[in-house]
Antibody, heavy 118, light 109 residues
């Protein structure tokens, strides 16, 4: 069974930083591109960032480029999202998913809620 | 950057009826890298269709994806109670933006 388990969300003040993690099991992790997708309360899905299976290539939505950084540790089958200089517009449920450039988003985690508020 | 526009925003139908959802791209989508997702309230998105027309594992055959170029369609032949949800299309074939459409809500009439 494929499992993706996100963690690291919570309440953070504007301007703060947070690091999300996603532990993956049930697949050959380094064979899959991985992505983060977010969903603000009551809104639609927004792609945030993707990373290739090797970790060599990364892609970002324009709205987060320079502030959010995607990375992975293939030895620990874990995906990360480092989030800096957070604003209220970053408040959302953050999902990790398999998939990325030319790879469809097949498996999804349950999401972790990030709330940016003073 | 390619923008995906979904229509209608909301579709009001009765169980047993046919649903037709549209996803239009602002530029031609190469190699039909279009996916469709279903999201029920409080749940994680679920992949329905990839490659514009291939059904994901375990997806009932009442779900059909079609289209090419700039116009893509998700059809649900006979709506079951569990099909009332929000549906999103997504472009995953460009490294610049793996864009989602704004979604179509299918609600019970």
């Amino acid at each position: 069974e494929v499992q993706l388990l996100e963690s690291g969300g919570g309440l953070i003040q504007p301007g703060g930083s947070l690091r999300l993690s996603c532990v993956v099991s049930g697949i050959t992790f380094n064979s899959y591109a991985m992505s983060w997708v977010r969903q603000a309360p009551g809104k639609g899905l927004e792609w945030v960032a993707s990373i290739s299976g090797s970790g060599l290539y990364t892609y970002y939505a324009g709205s987060v480029k320079g502030r959010l950084s995607i990375s992975r540790d293939n030895t620990k089958t874990t995906l990360f999202l480092q989030m800096n200089t957070l604003t209220a517009e970053d408040t959302a449920v953050y999902y990790c998913s398999t998939g990325g450039y030319e790879e469809y988003f097949n498996y999804w985690g349950q999401g972790t809620l990030v709330t940016v508020s003073s | 950057e390619i923008v995906l526009t979904q229509s209608p925003g909301t579709l009001s139908l009765s169980p047993g009826e046919r649903a037709t959802l549209s996803c239009r791209a602002s530029q031609t989508v190469s190699r039909s890298f279009i996916a469709w997702f279903q999201q029920r309230p409080g749940q994680t998105p679920r992949l329905l269709i990839f490659g514009a027309s291939s059904r994901a594992t375990g997806i009932p055959d009442r779900f059909t994806g079609s289209g090419s170029g700039t116009d893509f369609i998700l059809s649900i032949s006979r709506l079951e109670p569990e099909d009332f949800a929000v549906y999103y299309c997504q472009l995953y074939g460009t490294s610049r933006a793996l864009t989602f459409g704004g979604g179509t809500r299918v609600e019970i009439k």
